[in-house]
């Protein structure tokens, strides 16, 4: 593992050391549960909150300013994961069966609530007005992605396929990096390039996600449904971008070679991003999370 690997490893400790910290302190009877701190912690990679780290250091923060709302990302984001298992009746989360499987679906539901109301409380306890909103405007996106990606049961349109993944993946990275912006006091206008630069790596993330499970196996992506994306959808200049995109290029119309092609343009344009927003003391620090992060597609 390379140095800077090593780096990220450790801020993975800080951010499960610090998780495991406040749910004991905010919910004794959540610990009480056997297994739970088991489950949450083999549920994610901790990408969104070690992003939100890595994003408040290149800009000058210090870690101790930064945690708490790092936590609160991740176990927003744990939430979410109990939810979608429920909903997808999924059987195992990482090759361990899933909350609902091990405890009963009102156990698992009653452990997501609990798990979002304490990451929610730990984001807003910041007083900056930017964080609140930012806070609210992560919620509302990932209950509508939610919602429009349960519309589609066995084919998705590429529009809605974006859409959903913005919405869903893209809001908690999003939210990761204009956080970090918003506590550096960055100007409105920063902080919302911050967000666009999140929300285009959690785009990706999906992208890969979906590439490396071969999720399409099984559900249909009608790359030949090409709608127009609509002005109120998140950096929806650059889902058009995608969008727009000459499949035909791609040599087929296999969804994952499709996938790949849009990932690669995606990419491109968070190195452009990445560039702007980042000083070139600070730049090969981020650069270096995102190339691991691809690492499987890159």
């Given at each position: 593992m390379s140095r800077q690997h090593i780096k990220f490893a450790d801020k993975v400790e800080l951010i499960n050391n610090r998780m495991h910290e406040i749910l004991s302190e905010e919910s004794i009877r959540l610990n009480q549960v056997d297994l739970v701190d088991d489950q949450i912690s083999t549920m994610g990679k901790r990408y969104r909150p070690t992003l939100l780290l890595v994003t408040g250091e290149s800009i000058?923060?210090?870690?101790?300013?930064?945690?708490?709302?790092?936590?609160?990302?991740?176990?927003?984001?744990?939430?979410?994961?109990?939810?979608?298992?429920?909903?997808?009746?999924?059987y195992t989360r990482r090759e361990k069966l899933s909350l609902h499987r091990s405890y009963g679906t009102g156990l698992a539901i009653g452990i997501g609530l609990t798990l979002s109301a304490i990451g929610i409380k730990l984001l807003l306890s910041y007083e900056k007005k930017e964080i609140k909103e930012l806070v609210s405007q992560m919620l509302v996106d990932l209950s509508e992605g939610s919602t429009l990606e349960n519309k589609h049961d066995t084919e998705m349109?590429?529009?809605?396929?974006?859409?959903?993944?913005?919405?869903?993946?893209?809001?908690?990275?999003?939210?990761?990096?204009?956080?970090?912006?918003?506590l550096a006091n960055k100007s409105p206008y920063e902080i919302n390039r911050f967000l666009d630069l999140g929300r285009l790596i959690g785009l990706c993330y999906q992208l890969m996600d979906d590439i490396v499970d071969k999720r399409f196996d099984k559900k249909r992506l009608n790359y030949q449904s090409k709608l127009k994306i609509s002005n109120n959808i998140p950096i929806h200049s650059e889902l058009s971008y995608l969008l727009e995109s000459n499949y035909s290029n791609s040599g087929s119309s296999d969804s994952s070679l499709i996938l790949r092609h849009m990932l690669r343009r995606a990419l491109k344009r968070i190195s452009e991003l990445e560039n702007e927003l980042i000083s070139e003391k600070h730049l090969h620090t981020f650069q270096s999370f995102t190339e691991y992060v691809f690492k499987k597609v890159i």
């Open positions: 000058g923060l210090d870690l101790t300013e930064l945690i708490n709302a790092a936590v609160g990302i991740e176990l927003v984001h744990d939430s979410s994961l109990i939810f979608d298992d429920i909903i997808d009746e999924e349109g590429m529009d809605d396929y974006l859409i959903v993944s913005t919405l869903k993946s893209g809001s908690l990275f999003g939210t990761a990096t204009s956080i970090a912006a918003a």
